[in-house]
């Protein structure tokens, strides 16, 4: 609202709408048909030219002594008087001006003006000298109408108009009276002056000498092409029945804008809101209706841009809420409209925002149509309102539905009680369909909005159906590092300032002790230069659904490390860390098949680390991105394999080319019987599988010479080399080629 009157108040400033006001001003002269007050006449002389300048000039003379011997007092002569070619002719008129000039008066345009590069004809002055003259100057705008005359004309006199209306009230100009008929203004024909004149109030009687011009460019709204002395006549009739006025540009959109914003303000329904929007257009319409008929003009069209300006705007913001803030297979809010729900929602008590995550969706959806899809989804909508009559229900059209919830309530024994719930079989099409839910939370009081819900999502990620399937982030939270709020900005600015920055460590071949590779290792140093670890930043760009951004980055300072690498003849395969997580669509290939574009890197030097893959829902989806790039080219390997997040399953369903045995076991190598079978078991596993073994972590000459025995491929970690810059990695492959590493190499 505040915008469209904004957007009003300019256009009227600069008179932008002018056809509009001129459009709504010719409809208002529609509005009335008053007859004129009778006290000004107008004498027409007929033609008046250089022609017959001297029969004009006897005319006019003869008129004029006519009207005084009649008892006329006010006598104006509205024609461009020229001097003729009978100089008796007009020494007579002017004798005639010069004995009434008391009572005779002359109009003109005043001294000549340079007009295009012409100089404007003007009367010939000699018949003026001695008599009172005024200005008669009109200005039209571009169609041709007449629709105000000032009081002063250009060279400062009094303009014919208020001369007609003397002692009227001090005005700078005088809009004229639509509603005033032309055609009622007293004429008289010259030749039937005789006749005519006993019909008029004769001392009381203003009257107007002037030419009869029917065609010429002058118009007046309701009455069309009008002689020049009409519109003097009409604007003095204004004067005469006191209207004429004019209201500010600002008048109507002010008062409009105002009745809009209140609507806004006080409406607290849709209808009511219509009503009071019709109630507004109708006072608008009664405005032009009532100003019309009082005579009065004002500025309509800046009025009705205003209006149009909110109706589209307001149109705009309808068809969101409609379509673009719903989902179109639910018909639920999407979590466009969530965000906006929740950013308003602030100052309006403690709430927090839920994210109830649905497992392997994809897989279920594959076997339903399209109307059991959305079924199924209402379904789990209706479960989830349960929470309360008036919670609003979202889904992101994915896998994500959420909703706000107030946290004053014991929300973990709520979530909990609400996921057991859910979590019940779903009929359709009587056939029974499993749900399977983990649900995350954010109900901490900082952050902003959109990080607080990319933070519940997270959580509802970072939930395990099996031993934590509800995940809350809060004030109380134990693991701060994890949930660190004063890192988002932080993380932000770095990824803008570009200091996320990358180090390679090496790995070597067992076998031959040469270099074979190395890990892409993300690095960020704060503003104070203080080294963050990435197992504390990473998860932090995943709550702010940023991680995609995050790997693109590394994935193309990877990519211009490769290129250098190649370019100085050292082109060894780099392996980059990417989770689990991003594999639920082709995003993630589009990046990485983007990153190998731009920097034109043989895909076979690039290998992409799996990390977290016990968070892979959907394996059907997973293993179609993993074939897609490996057909170019691309290696794969299944990170941190025994511990956490890294299973059998992944290993068995997803076609891994290599295996990196988790650090936990290396360092526990040489002191534990059972960790080194359970290392040998995973190192046979992986020779029988075509897999490359790979273990991380190596700190000491004892684990080295232990996995070398084993029969591990290859290994990396501090013993053998702590992550360096590209450029000493370079240095390193360049002495690696004439120096084989001694084992006890460090």
Known sequence: MYIAIAIALLAGAISLLKPLDITAWAIQSKLGDRESSGTIALVEVGAYTDQNAAEGNRRIAS???????????????????????????????????????????????????REGGVLERRPDASFAAGSQTFDNHIEQDFLGFVWNIKARG?????????????????????????????????????ENLDAAIDSFDIPNTTFVIGVTRLGNELRIANDGYVADSVPHILAAETLLRGTGQHIPFYAFPLAVGFALLLSVWLA???????????????????????????????????????????AIMRGFVLYKQR?????????????????????????????????????????????????????????????????????KIYFDGGKYFAFILDAAIDYESHLSGLRAIVSQPIIIASKSIDVAVTVGADFSSRGLPAHRMSSAIAAADHAREAFQPVFIVSDACHDDDEWDHSLT???????????????????????????????????????????????????????????????????DKAMAALRSLQESG???????????????????????????????????????????????????????????????????????????????????????????????????????????????????????AGMTSVAEGIEDLETHTWLSSLGCDRGQGYFIAKPMLVSQFTSLIELNRYVTPRPDYG
């Not at 509205?78 to 020494?91: K, V, Y």
């Not at 002692?167 to 008289?188: C, H, L, M």
């Not at 995550?357 to 994809?362: A, E, Q, S």
């Open 63 to 113: 008129l004029v002594s006519k009207l005084r011997d009649a008892g006329a007092r006010r006598i104006f002569v509205n024609i461009p008087l020229r001097r003729s070619d009978t100089p008796s002719a007009d020494l007579r008129l002017k004798r005639v001006f010069a004995e009434n000039r008391n009572h005779v008066f002359l109009a003109d345009k005043g001294p000549p003006r």
């Open 154 to 190: 250009r060279d400062g006199r009094e303009s014919l108009a208020f001369a007609l209306h003397p002692g009227g009230e001090a005005r700078s100009q005088v809009f004229i009276d639509g509603t005033i008929d032309a055609s009622s203004i007293p004429r008289i024909d010259d």
């Open 268 to 310: 607290r329904t849709a209808r009511l809101r219509r009503i009071l929007y019709a109630a507004c257009v109708l006072a608008l319409l009664g405005g032009v209706a009532l100003t019309g008929v009082a005579g009065m003009q004002a500025n309509f069209g800046d009025t009705f841009l205003l209006l149009t300006l909110y």
């Open 323 to 391: 379509h673009l803030y719903i989902d179109p297979i639910s018909k639920l809010p999407n979590f466009s409209a969530l965000r906006r729900d929740f950013s308003a929602s602030e100052g309006q008590g403690d709430l927090g925002v839920v994210v109830v995550k649905i497992l392997r969706l994809d897989s279920i959806f594959a076997h339903l149509s399209e109307g059991e899809k959305r079924a199924y989804l209402r379904q789990i909508s209706d479960r989830l309102s349960i929470t309360g009559k008036d919670t």
């Open 489 to 555: 900005a932080r993380l932000a600015e770095a990824l803008a300032e570009d200091r996320i920055s990358i180090k390679l460590q090496p790995q070597i071949d067992f076998k031959t002790g040469k270099f074979v590779g190395a890990e892409v290792l993300a690095r960020w140093q704060d503003e104070a230069g203080n080294e963050i670890s990435p197992a504390r930043f990473i998860p932090q760009f995943e709550r702010m659904a940023r991680l995609d951004e995050l790997t693109s980055r590394i994935l």
């Open 570 to 688: 050292c082109a060894l395969p780099l392996s980059v860390n990417v989770s689990a997580v991003q594999f639920v669509d082709e995003r993630i290939a589009e990046i990485v098949e983007k990153s190998l574009r731009e920097y034109d890197v043989d895909p076979s030097l690039l290998k992409i680390e799996v990390t977290e893959t016990a968070r892979i829902e959907d394996f059907e989806t997973a293993c179609q991105i993993v074939e897609r790039l490996r057909k170019q080219g691309i290696t794969f390997s299944l990170d941190d394999f025994g511990v956490g997040s890294a299973n059998l399953e992944a290993l068995q369903r997803l076609p891994f080319d290599e295996v990196k045995i988790d650090q936990l076991f290396i360092q526990q190598l040489a002191g534990s019987c059972k960790t080194r079978a359970i290392v040998e078991g995973v190192l046979h596993t992986a020779s029988k």
